[in-house]
């Protein structure tokens, strides 16, 4: 068809093609016909829901699949004909530069987008100057530098500035020299702000050294936050927190150096619009550089200008705990002050306070208990668990007790955080005893395990009181006041109950009642048949929640009975049903930790483990498990030491990683995996980069401390360098 005829008719062959055949998202692709008729149908409404549809199905959250490459023809003579070009071409440049791909071959879809080049590159010379800026955003993602010739026309004709920074962009993107070297041209103040912004970006794209001439580009452009409100690149939304993470990404000391400099030039100008950018851009530092936290802290604290910036900049330090413990003195004034009033920029600063500085933070939370919720959930390890306990402080504990003493009084997570912090300080808690005695019929489930805990090192007579209370709310139906008197005392009989109570009931809570009873061992053999009974059967829906139970009921009767042959069932029936998802990998790494546990009664499951060895996340628990389980002259040490070193460099489970090079042995490491190693735990970028923002940091540092350790095992055994 030609291609005039093609715009004429964008929807010709639309009911013809097998859309049946193919998937998207959702599912079978027999929908997208009356999809892409609405639009490119005359109903305006109809139009833009069909649009939200499409990045809904065919590029489902960055997604492609094999619907997205049969879509993409019809898409673009849809754009051609004039039916919200603009938005159809941001939609097959998303489709184009997608590398997260299902059930599509891999580059099928960018190849489906380049394909219809002929068509798409006469729209960069469209009239609507967005028409051609969302052209050049969609042809570049086609990675063909046969659009090269036609972006360079674009260039030495384009006179809108922002059309013009998107055709920087996607020249870069094709051929980065040529990018590097046309951004050079436009790196001076006179050049229009937008341009100079991708000039900067073009430049580090392409590696060129960072000079005095880009920095002065960068620094000219803050606040740069409002350049990129009609850019299409999503990524750089934030364009100097992009900037910071190129330079560390080349992981050089100059370049290092470099982002600190902006950092720290940013974090102390006069305007807050440029410091609140400078922010943002210096928490993403920090959570890709370790030496960034140390080297940041005195801007940080340069940037607390106001109350509004304390808080501002209490967030980020808070993150960094003690790491940040000289702009302690920046934070105390605000967190400290009306301790007896409901306030929330209080609440926020003292938060930070009690993470950064925590002796000076517990008194001052003592002071504003009741009143101090984010403080409160700070120091109890809420919602991210701490590494330590909260220090013990006096003035804390009477203040804890003053709150406990009227338990009606208490709401939301204040009994979790109150009796946390007491379970923390164990014995030396044990004046709010009486306390916590009065709060557990109202609330079993938090106060039973402080209860436990702070007796369990107190004199017989208040052991024996504390195991009365306990055993009255365990009598009452309180699970958590059973576990609380089995770890007090030893009685298991009414813990046995209520496990078996809540086996049967099958709830959410079955997975934790599994690992309670696992973890009594052959105390808990009464409970095998209804542990067997609450398992989910091998026709079962592979959800995650079906598989992690199944899993947790086969340790647990791993643990109770050490019968391989049943658990070994179990575990092929999650392995298989696993399969079968494509969201089930971590439920996967979790049956190959307990498959682990079986060592070479495990056998019969190295089948089903072998495969894992082909995605990075599963690398390290099915190492953990083959190490344990397969024959060991059928193990290739040295090539499973470095697919778990692929996947700890890929932040693909790092901490697992760790386990798995535990198990394979100090001698098992060659010289280049001793390097690679080394690497890792003393490079400045983090091998943990991403996950809940508070545990980032300290699960990076927890894996730097087991890498030392491995790492120090080899020096001790010797190991040859090959």
């Not at 055949?21 to 027999?30: D, V």
């Amino acid at each position: 068809m030609e291609l005039a005829d093609r715009a004429a008719h964008p929807l010709d062959g639309l009911d013809s093609h097998p859309w049946s055949t193919f998937s998207h998202a959702y599912g079978s692709a027999e929908d997208l016909p009356d999809v892409l008729r609405a639009l490119a149908g005359a109903d305006a409404e109809a139009a833009r829901e069909a649009l939200s549809e499409l990045y809904g199905s065919v590029l489902h959250q960055g997604t492609v699949y094999s619907a997205s490459a049969e879509a993409v023809p019809f898409l673009a003579a849809i754009a051609v004909a004039g039916h919200r070009t603009e938005d159809v071409l941001t939609l097959l440049g998303g489709m184009a530069e997608s590398e997260d791909e299902h059930g599509v071959a891999p580059g099928a879809v960018r190849a489906a987008v380049a394909g219809q080049l002929p068509l798409l590159l006469p729209l960069l010379g469209a009239a609507a100057p967005r028409v051609r800026q969302a052209a050049a955003w969609a042809v570049s993602h086609t990675r063909v530098t046969a659009a090269l010739p036609a972006l360079r026309g674009r260039w030495e004709e384009e006179a809108d500035p922002l059309v013009r920074a998107e055709v920087l962009t996607g020249m870069s993107r094709l051929d980065p020299a040529l990018g590097a070297a046309t951004a050079a041209t436009v790196l001076d103040p006179a050049a229009p702000a937008e341009l100079r912004l991708a000039a900067v970006l073009a430049c580090l794209d392409a590696a060129v050294p960072w000079t005095g001439t880009h920095r002065a580009a960068m620094l000219s452009l803050l606040p740069a936050d409002p350049l990129v409100a009609d850019r299409l690149d999503l990524d750089r939304n934030e364009p100097l927190a992009a900037v910071v993470d190129l330079l560390l990404g080349r992981d050089r000391d100059a370049d290092r150096e470099a982002a600190v400099d902006l950092l720290d030039t940013a974090l102390r100008d006069g305007r807050a619009e440029v410091r609140a950018e400078a922010l943002w851009a210096a928490d993403r530092a920090c959570m890709l550089s370790r030496s960034a936290p140390r080297r940041l802290v005195p801007a940080l604290v340069a940037a607390a200008a106001d109350d509004e910036a304390v808080v501002a900049v209490a967030s980020l330090l808070g993150r960094l705990g003690t790491a940040a413990a000289p702009a302690a003195p920046v934070l105390v004034p605000l967190a400290g002050r009306n301790p007896g009033e409901d306030d929330d920029l209080a609440d926020r600063v003292l938060a930070a306070l009690v993470r950064v500085a925590p002796d000076e933070g517990a008194p001052l939370l003592a002071r504003g208990l009741g009143r101090r919720p984010r403080a409160l959930d700070a120091a109890a390890g809420f919602p991210s668990p701490a590494d330590a306990a909260f220090p013990y402080d006096d003035e804390l504990l009477h203040a804890v007790r003053q709150r406990l003493a009227r338990p009606e009084a208490l709401s939301g997570n204040e009994p979790w955080q109150l009796t946390n912090l007491l379970a923390g300080w164990g014995v030396r808690a044990a004046p709010a005893l009486p306390q916590l005695y009065a709060a557990l019929p109202r609330f079993p489930g938090q106060a039973a395990r402080a209860i436990a805990s702070v007796a369990g090192e107190c004199a017989p007579d208040e052991r024996a009181r504390a195991a009365t209370a306990l055993r009255s709310a365990a009598e009452s139906g309180s699970l958590p006041a059973a576990k609380g008197l089995y770890d007090l005392t030893g009685e298991p009989g009414l813990l046995l109950d209520l496990l078996e109570r809540d086996l049967r009931q099958g709830s959410r809570a079955l997975p934790e009642a599994a690992r309670t009873a696992g973890a009594l061992g052959p105390r808990a053999s009464t409970l095998v048949p209804v542990l067997r009974a609450a398992l989910s059967g091998a026709d079962s829906d592979a959800t995650t929640p079906v598989l992690d139970a199944d899993t947790a009921l086969a340790e647990a009767l791993w643990r109770v009975t050490g019968d391989a042959a049943t658990v070994v069932g179990i575990l092929d029936s999650v392995f298989a049903r696993a399969a079968q998802s494509l969201w089930s990998q971590w439920s996967v790494v979790r049956a190959a930790r307990v498959a682990a546990l079986l060592g070479a009664a495990g056998r019969p499951l190295v089948r089903r483990l072998e495969p894992l060895l082909d995605n990075p996340v599963q690398v390290p628990a099915a190492t953990l498990a083959l190490v344990a389980a397969a024959e060991p002259g059928s193990l290739d040490r040295t090539a499973l030491a470095a697919a778990v070193l692929d996947a700890a460099e890929r932040e693909a489970d790092p901490l697992g990683a760790c386990d798995a090079l535990e198990a394979l042995g100090a001698d098992g490491l060659t010289g280049d995996h001793t390097r690679r190693l080394a690497s890792l735990a003393d490079g400045d970028a983090r091998v943990v980069r991403s996950g809940v923002e508070d545990r980032i940091i300290r699960q990076d540092e927890a894996f730097r401390v087991r890498v030392g350790a491995l790492l120090r095992a080899r020096t001790r055994s010797g190991g040859e360098t090959r």
